[in-house]
C-alpha cells in the first residue's frame, strides 16, 4: 500500500488493467485499486459531496447506521475522520441529533449530528497542533492517510490540510515543496515542518513542531504511532536535516 483515498474520495482514472484501476488523488498522488472500491460519476461531473448540503466527520472515526438506533443493528459501516458525506434528511422529533446521508453507492444512512461539522472552517496554526493532539497514541499504518492509521507524511499533511492547504503526499516531495521556504533550526515557530533523513537530498520522515523543542510525528520509533518527541533527543537531533515554514 502507498496510500490511501477515503469513502468519498473523487479521483481521476488514468488506466485500466483485469479489474484494477490506476488513480490519481486530489494530491496528485498516483497508485492502483480494486475497480470494486470505485463507483463512476456519471452526468455529475462535480463529483460526490463538493455541493449542498455537506457534512464533514469530525470524530475521529464515526459509525453510520441503518435507522436512528445504535443497538438495533450493527453499524453499516465506520467511516475515518475528515469523510465529507452527502445529507439528504436532518432527522425530527425521536430522530432529532441524527442526520441521513447519501453514500457514493447511492445508498442512504444514518449518523449522529455530534460526529460531524457542517461548516468546518481553517484552522489557524495553534488550533492544527490541537487538532493533532487529539491522535496521540493511534497507530502508525504505512501508507494510510487516514484516522485508521497514518504514516508520518500521512499525518503531516493533515495537519496542513486543516489549515486549507493541499500538500504533497511524502516525505520527501513535502520537504521539496514549492509551497514552503527553508529555514534555519534555529529560527523554528510552531507549525513548521521537520524533515528526518541521512541527508538533505534523503528525507525519509516528517513532523511538525509544536514549540519549546519538541515536534508532534508519527513514528514507529519506541511505540508505533502519533507521539511527541524532543529534537534534544536521539535520533532526532541526528537526524533532522531540514526545516520548512509553509508560505
Known sequence: MVSQAILGSNVDVLEESSGWERIRTSDQYIGWTHASELRPLGDDASGYATSGHIAQVSSLSANLYRETDVAAHKPV???????????VAEGKGDDAGWLQ???PDQR?????????DLAPHKLSIEESITLGRRFLGLTYTW????????????FT???????????????DLQAAWTGAVAIHRKKMRAGDLLCFGNASDHITHT????????????TTYGHPGVQISHLGDQPWTRLLVACRRIK
Open 77 to 87: 459501516m465506520t467511516i475515518p475522520f475528515e469523510t465529507r458525506l452527502e445529507i
Open 101 to 103: 446521508v447519501r453514500l
Open 108 to 116: 442512504t444512512a444514518w449518523i449522529q449530528s455530534g460526529d460531524v
Open 143 to 154: 501508507g494510510g492517510r487516514s484516522s485508521f492509521g497514518y504514516d508520518c507524511s500521512g
Open 157 to 171: 499533511q493533515m495537519l496542513v490540510r486543516s489549515r486549507g492547504i493541499t500538500m504533497p503526499r511524502d516525505a
Open 207 to 218: 513532523g511538525m513542531f509544536i514549540g519549546h523543542g519538541r515536534f508532534i510525528h508519527d
